[in-house]
């Protein structure tokens, strides 16, 4: 049995050729759209770790949050949305767009939008409130809950934005609406540039790639677990919400040693990986798990305890430099964990 493994620019997805072919995104025709599925938010969350970052270069991010007053029905808001969309087509200067749609404590769902601009950024998100204020003027809709954000450290901030909305759970509490028939939950236009390629693994090569990544992903659990224990420690105004995010932390600890080290063969072996992470971590622990060399996997190359000089250690060392030779915020790894 082999396994199929996709290489993302922010991470990897892989799992035995089986449940990888029933998690594979369909491409037949849909039924109607229920609110955030399962499924629409593992399509979702696999095309924003497809993102490359030069899709940013030479060019201004610009995110906006757009709301309404009185709840608008689902009809209503399909049709003030796809106006919208329409109206961001045309914009003079837009390259690429992208966008969700979630749900605040009452229920009303509220836009958010992610564009990238060659231009008058300003005028761009000046002309985008506005159309919105019109369309939605009916619900009583006021200026100060639209919320517009110039981004200019392009990839930096497109890493920090997927932190945010990426890999939120179905059950989280602004997607949790299963009677919402308003259309498409997200979607995307204009010029991304993406990468997902996808590799044919053996089981062996399969098996090793997933104790390496997932023990990487761990390490860098730890040391954030620790950080953050000490800011919790110290006290201050943002105690409450670091305590959360400790908590997020051990959660996705527990997650992760639970993949490592389960009792159940069976379950273990048809365990798949959908993780975040930087593209050279991952390519690195691709080249470990597939040359023979290599211990691929082994106890001692996942802990970082090989021979100095090695070809092991060398591994590790580039495992571990390519992790930190970018910013990649750990709210993106508690966030993202490690969901099949």
């Not at 490359?52 to 709840?71: P, Y």
């Not at 003027?137 to 909305?165: C, F, M, N, P």
Request: some cysteine; aromatic content about 8%.
């Amino acid at each position: 049995m082999s396994a199929v493994l996709h290489i993302q620019a922010n991470g990897a997805y892989g799992g035995q050729l089986p449940v990888a072919e029933k998690n594979a995104v369909s491409s037949g025709q849909r039924g109607t759209v229920a609110g955030w599925s399962h499924e629409a938010a593992r399509r979702n969350e696999r095309w924003l770790r497809s993102v490359h970052v030069s899709t940013f270069f030479g060019k201004t991010g610009l995110a906006v949050t757009l709301t309404t007053g009185e709840a608008l029905d689902a009809k209503g808001w399909r049709e003030a949305r796809g106006r919208l969309l329409r109206t961001v087509k045309r914009c003079a200067g837009v390259r690429a767009y992208y966008w969700l749609t979630e749900f605040q404590d009452r229920g009303a769902p509220h836009l958010h939008l992610f564009l990238v601009v060659a231009g008058d950024v300003a005028a761009v998100g000046s002309l985008i409130v506005r159309t919105w204020l019109r369309l939605v003027e009916r619900t009583g809709a006021l200026h100060r809950g639209q919320s517009v954000q110039v981004l200019d450290d392009g990839g930096v901030a497109w890493l920090i934005y997927l932190g945010r909305h990426g890999a939120r759970a179905v059950e989280h509490y602004q997607r949790a609406r299963s009677d919402w028939k308003g259309g498409r939950m997200w979607g995307y236009g204009g010029q991304w540039v993406l990468n997902s390629e996808p590799v044919i693994l053996c089981n062996r090569q399969w098996f090793a790639f997933r104790r390496l990544v997932l023990g990487y992903l761990r390490r860098q659990v730890r040391a954030d677990l620790v950080k953050v224990g000490q800011i919790v420690a110290r006290g201050g105004r943002w105690k409450a919400r670091n305590r959360k995010r400790l908590d997020r932390l051990r959660l996705v600890r527990k997650r992760i040693d639970g993949a490592l080290r389960s009792s159940d063969r069976w379950r273990s072996e048809k365990r798949g990986v959908s993780v975040w992470c930087d593209e050279r971590v991952a390519s690195l622990c691709l080249v470990a798990a597939r040359d023979p060399s290599v211990c691929g996997g082994c106890e001692r190359l996942r802990f970082g305890r090989c021979e100095p000089g090695s070809a092991c250690s060398v591994v590790w060392r580039g495992i571990q430099s390519a992790g930190r030779s970018r910013v990649f915020g750990s709210e993106i790894v508690s966030h993202g964990g490690t969901g099949a």
